[in-house]
């Protein structure tokens, strides 16, 4: 193999460019070297190149959602052999730790922890996977790269902020933010049946996008509507049974503490750069329960079974693809949420 790939790299904030950078290589006995066949430009990139993340320290190769194929790996990979195309956590886990045992993956205290943030990641030709026998996921027969993209990232996380929500059969479930991620909250609320699901966003094109692929049921514009009134409407004047904050902003934090009815939860998935206040001297008296986290991808089998199975599909939101080469360009489009674009899938690196 080479002794150099391409990868892009992190320098400080605003500070981001392709480079050649040394090939990973294996260095516990556990670890495995993917190639990066698909990956993708998430959220998360977008704070670390804006410098929203002061903990992801230069020089930093981005990039936490993959699908590969396995080139190498060390001795105590029992799990996947050289050949197999993997879908891939961006959390890594080492499975022994105090968190790990108790599942709570997102904390695993081996030093690894997220691709892209304390540990190279994938918007490379190649990247190194820490504790392989627990992160790499084989892609069935039959499915696309495309198809499993978001089970190691996005849809893990779409998956834990339903999960948190409680949602149970009948429900009205309320979904601050239309974005990638929220969608896939959506996706995933829909697995415990509620009545309805409200997409709410001022991006008009993104309420239209989740309704016409079946993610909600209906779409809600701030920038046209009052929100918290139209769900109470909806709802015999008591608001959404479960909200769902998708974005990590303050206006659609506060609409989720606001529109859920009184014994309802609020569910926080979305990445905050500042502080927020709780208003406890009207929240108290709702009697209400507020779950937030970082997701432990702890369900990625059971969404491939669900992809598998036609339950989700997301392939909706690959809606801009193009070479590691012109990443850059997707930085800018996705990032700025230009031309519509929901998800800027990255291919491998055109010599
Ligand atoms: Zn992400
Ligand atoms: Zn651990």
Redesign the pocket.
């Known amino acids: 193999m080479a002794e150099t790939m391409k990868a892009l790299v992190y320098r400080g904030p605003e500070k981001i460019g392709i480079e050649d950078v040394p090939m990973p290589q294996i260095v516990e006995p556990d670890d495995a070297i993917v190639r990066v066949t698909t990956s993708t430009i998430c959220g998360t990139d977008i704070h670390i190149w804006h410098g929203g993340m002061p903990e992801v320290e230069a020089p930093r190769i981005i990039g936490h959602e993959f699908v590969g194929e396995v080139v190498a790996v060390g001795p105590a990979v029992r799990n996947s052999k050289v050949g197999d195309k993997v879908a891939v956590s961006c959390v890594t886990?080492?499975?022994?730790?105090f968190?790990?045992v108790r599942g709570i993956y997102s904390h695993?205290?081996?030093g690894s922890w997220i691709f892209g943030y304390m540990i190279d990641g994938c918007q490379a030709e190649y990247v190194r996977v820490p504790h392989a026998n627990l992160g790499l996921f084989t892609v069935p027969e039959g499915l696309t790269e495309e198809d499993v993209l978001f089970v190691g990232d996005i849809l893990s996380t779409g998956y834990f902020g339903a999960e948190n929500a409680r949602i149970e059969p009948g429900d009205t479930v309320a979904v601050m933010g239309s974005g990638p991620v929220g969608m896939c909250a959506m996706a995933t609320a829909r697995l415990w049946g509620p009545a309805r699901i409200v997409a709410v966003d001022m991006i008009q094109e993104r309420l239209d996008a989740a309704v016409k692929h079946g993610v909600a049921d209906i779409g809600l514009n701030p920038a046209k509507v009052n929100v918290a009134e139209a769900l109470r409407e909806m709802t015999g004047g008591r608001g959404a049974d479960r909200t769902i904050e998708a974005v990590g902003a303050k206006g659609t934090y506060e609409l989720a503490l606001d529109a859920v009815r009184p014994g309802g939860n609020v569910s926080m998935i979305g990445v905050f750069e500042k502080p927020q206040s709780l208003p406890m001297n009207t929240l108290w008296i709702k009697n209400i329960q507020i779950n937030m986290g970082l997701v432990n991808a702890n369900r990625i089998p059971e969404l491939i079974n669900l992809i598998q199975t036609g339950k989700i599909n997301m392939n909706f939101l690959c809606t801009h693809r193009a070479p590691l080469n012109d990443i850059l360009k997707g930085y800018d489009v996705f990032g700025n949420k230009k031309d519509n674009c929901l998800k800027w899938v990255v291919t491998p690196y055109v010599k």
């Open positions: 886990q080492c499975g022994e730790c968190y790990c695993c205290t081996t």
